[in-house]
């Protein structure tokens, strides 16, 4: 993984929201920007959660990243959110009983966390 001025400098558009624009995306940046980029040998045990009603992509994302962090020897538990979107699996981490927040929490208790 390179980290030349370029690198960095790309990764701070993207942190900083540029890049992200619909209009002007730069296919290249956001490549490099996804976490599936990242993904090494020694990631600990993760949990992604995603909700059924998410972003098209976001179902398909999250299994691309648990197949390639499991052939390296990771574990990764994708789970969908029933019903939920984008938002709605945020706000999920808010109500004691919705399905969001149980799942992170057996996650965690499980992982010893």
């Known amino acids: 993984m390179a980290t030349d ?20 995306r730069d296919e290249t940046l956001m490549k490099a920007a996804s976490p599936i980029e990242f993904v090494s040998r020694g990631l ?6 995603v909700g059924e009603n998410d972003f098209p992509m976001l179902q398909a ?33 808010t109500d004691a009983h919705d399905f969001v927040l149980t799942t992170v929490q057996a996650f965690l208790q499980r992982e010893k966390l």
């Open 44 to 49: 600990p045990d993760t949990l992604l959660v």
């Open 5 to 24: 001025m370029a690198t960095c400098c790309w990764r701070a558009e993207v942190l900083a929201g540029r890049g992200a624009d619909p209009f002007r």
């Open 61 to 93: 994302d999250a299994r691309a990243f648990a197949r390639k962090a499991e052939s390296l020897g990771g574990h990764v538990q994708v789970a969908l959110a029933p019903g939920k979107d984008h938002m709605g699996v945020a706000r999920g981490m």
